[in-house]
């Protein structure tokens, strides 16, 4: 099975910065697309970020020139730069990667615990 650990939420005023990692573990093969989601109170789940393997990236409009989503092959880690944050980037974030396991056909989505980001003054 695969694991992934998030770590590096917490309380940020207004144009401050957070930096979120998130490693993954286990038995596999191979990490296709890997990418950041997050859930407010009372809102869907939407997609933040995405990286592929190769490095190709995609951004949700309202983050666009604020945030940098990275990662790291070699340790299976994926990463979101969080500047200028506002009040509205509030949310609960979780990673995602589609990932094959040991001795596995097919790409599974895996999902992290969720870290709470709160910007707030």
């Known amino acids: 099975q695969v694991q992934l650990v998030e770590t590096g939420g917490g309380l940020v005023q207004p144009g401050g910065s957070l930096r979120l990692s998130c490693a993954a573990s286990g038995s596999i093969f191979s990490i296709a697309d890997m990418g950041w989601y997050r859930q407010a109170p009372g809102k869907q789940r939407e997609l933040v970020a995405l990286?592929?393997?190769?490095?190709?990236?995609n951004y949700v409009d309202s983050v666009k020139g604020r945030f940098t989503i990275s990662r790291d092959n070699g340790k299976n880690t994926v990463y979101l730069q969080m500047n200028s944050l506002k009040p509205e980037d509030t949310a609960v974030y979780y990673c995602?990667?589609?990932?094959?396991?040991?001795?596995?056909?097919?790409?599974?989505?895996?999902w992290g615990q969720g870290t709470q980001v709160t910007v707030s003054s």
């Open positions: 995602n990667a589609r990932a094959r396991p040991a001795f596995s056909n097919n790409y599974r989505d895996y």
């Open positions: 990286i592929t393997r190769a490095g190709s990236t």
